[in-house]
C-alpha cells in the first residue's frame, strides 16, 4: 500500500484508465459511488491507483484486465502484493481454462452416448430420474397396463406375500392371546390361595369367585380359539372349514343397504377406465420431450448423473479430437474476420 513504484509506463496507465472507466459495472469506493462520478473523476482515480497502489488495483480490478493487460504488469512482480494477486488471477485464468475443457470433453463424451441411442433413450432417461419424467411427460400419457401373464405372476407373488403376512399375524394374536390366558390363570390362582386363608365362614363366597374365574379363563381361551380360526379361514388358499359367507373370492363382504349396487357399478367402471391423466395437444407433448431431454442433458454436463466417471471423462484428452475440426473451422474464421 502506497508504494511509489514509478515503473510502470504512463501509456499503459493511461489505457488502462481510459478504458476501464468506461466499463458501466467498474468497482468504485464509496465517495465515488454518491457523488457524480463521471469518466473523467472514475479516470482520475484509476490513474491515481495505478501510479501509487498497483497491488489494491489487481485486487479491486485484475479481473476486468485481458491476458495481455496482465503482463504489463510483470515489472512490477518484486512487489508483493502485486506478485500475490497475479498468481491469484492467473489460477483463477487456469481454472476457467480446465473448467471449458472438461466441459468440452463432457459434451463430446454425451454426443457420443446420444450417437450410440441407448442412454438418452425415453425409457433410460425415465429409469434414472422417474420424478422428471413424471412432470414432463408420464402425466400426459395413459398408464401403461402390464399383460395378462405380468398380471398373473404379479397376482401370484401379491397373493403369497398377503399370506405370508396374514400367518405373521396370526402367530403373533395367538401368542398374545396365550399370554393373556396365562396370567389370567395365574391371578385366579393367586386369588385362590388368598381366599384360602380366609375362614370357613366364607367358602360359598370362595368358591363363587373361583367359578367366576375358571369361567373367565375359559371364554379366554375360547376367544383366542375364535380369533385364530377366523384367521385361519382368511388366509388365501384354505381348505377345509365353512365357506366365505359372502361368497366374493377371499371371504370379502359384499356391499348392502341401499344404492350398494349403484355404487358397486361406478367402482367397476372406475377400474375399467384406469387411473387419469391430462390429455394435451402433440405439440405441447413434442415440446415437454425435447425440454426433458435437455434437463437431462444438462444433468450429464453438470455432473449429476450417478454411475458416470466424469474423473475419467475430464482427463480424457482423446475426446479433445472431436472438436478438432470445429476449433480449426473458429480459428480460420477469426483469421478471416480479423482481416
Do not use: C, T
Given at each position: 500500500m502506497g508504494n511509489e513504484t514509478g515503473m510502470l509506463?504512463?501509456?499503459?496507465?493511461?489505457?488502462?484508465?481510459?478504458?476501464?472507466?468506461?466499463?458501466?459495472?467498474?468497482?468504485?469506493?464509496?465517495?465515488?459511488?454518491?457523488?457524480d462520478a463521471n469518466d473523467e473523476r472514475k479516470r482520475d482515480y484509476l490513474t491515481r491507483l495505478l501510479q501509487h497502489d498497483p497491488g489494491v488495483f489487481l485486487e479491486r480490478h485484475g479481473s476486468d484486465l485481458t491476458a495481455e493487460e496482465r503482463r504489463s504488469f510483470d515489472c512490477l512482480r518484486g512487489d508483493y502484493e502485486v506478485q500475490f494477486y497475479l498468481r491469484l488471477l492467473e489460477e483463477q485464468q487456469n481454472a476457467g481454462k480446465q473448467a471449458a475443457v472438461a466441459r468440452n470433453r463432457r459434451l463430446a463424451y454425451m454426443n457420443r452416448l446420444e450417437a450410440e441411442g441407448a442412454y438418452f433413450s425415453e425409457?433410460?432417461?425415465?429409469?434414472?430420474?422417474?420424478?422428471?419424467?413424471?412432470?414432463?411427460?408420464?402425466?400426459?400419457?395413459?398408464?401403461?397396463?402390464?399383460?395378462?401373464g405380468e398380471c398373473q405372476a404379479g397376482s401370484i407373488l401379491a397373493d403369497s406375500i398377503m399370506a405370508q403376512q396374514e400367518e405373521l399375524d396370526l402367530r403373533q394374536r395367538q401368542a398374545a392371546d396365550q399370554q393373556r390366558w396365562e396370567q389370567q390363570a395365574e391371578e385366579s390362582e393367586s386369588e385362590e390361595e388368598e381366599e384360602d386363608e380366609e375362614s370357613e365362614g366364607e367358602?360359598?363366597?370362595?368358591?363363587?369367585?373361583?367359578?367366576?374365574?375358571?369361567?373367565?379363563?375359559?371364554?379366554?381361551?375360547?376367544?383366542?380359539?375364535?380369533?385364530?380360526?377366523?384367521?385361519?379361514?382368511?388366509?388365501?388358499?384354505?381348505?377345509?372349514?365353512?365357506?366365505?359367507?359372502?361368497?366374493?373370492?377371499?371371504?370379502?363382504?359384499a356391499a348392502v343397504g341401499p344404492g350398494a349396487g349403484e355404487g358397486q357399478g361406478e367402482g367397476e367402471a372406475a377400474a375399467q377406465a384406469g387411473p387419469s391423466y391430462t390429455v394435451i395437444s402433440e405439440a405441447e407433448a413434442q415440446e415437454n420431450a425435447a425440454a426433458f431431454l435437455d434437463t437431462m442433458?444438462?444433468?450429464?454436463?453438470?455432473?449429476?448423473?450417478?454411475?458416470?466417471?466424469?474423473?475419467?471423462?475430464?482427463?480424457?484428452?482423446?475426446?479433445?479430437?472431436?472438436?478438432?475440426?470445429?476449433?480449426?473451422?473458429?480459428?480460420?474464421?477469426?483469421?478471416?474476420?480479423?482481416?
Open positions: 509506463p504512463q501509456a499503459v496507465i493511461d489505457a488502462l484508465s481510459a478504458r476501464l472507466a468506461a466499463l458501466p459495472g467498474l468497482r468504485l469506493p464509496a465517495q465515488l459511488r454518491q457523488g425409457k433410460e432417461m425415465r429409469d434414472r430420474q422417474p420424478g422428471l419424467y413424471q412432470h414432463f411427460i408420464g402425466q400426459y400419457r395413459p398408464p401403461e397396463l402390464p399383460n395378462q367358602e360359598g363366597g370362595r368358591e363363587g369367585a373361583a367359578q367366576r374365574q375358571a369361567q373367565q379363563a375359559q371364554q379366554a381361551q375360547q376367544q383366542a380359539q375364535q380369533q385364530a380360526a377366523a384367521a385361519d379361514g382368511s388366509r388365501p388358499g384354505q381348505q377345509g372349514g365353512a365357506p366365505p359367507a359372502s361368497g366374493l373370492p377371499g371371504g370379502g363382504s442433458r444438462q444433468r450429464f454436463l453438470a455432473g449429476q448423473d450417478a454411475g458416470v466417471d466424469y474423473a475419467a471423462i475430464d482427463a480424457d484428452a482423446e475426446l479433445d479430437e472431436d472438436w478438432a475440426a470445429q476449433q480449426q473451422q473458429d480459428a480460420e474464421d477469426a483469421y478471416f474476420a480479423d482481416a
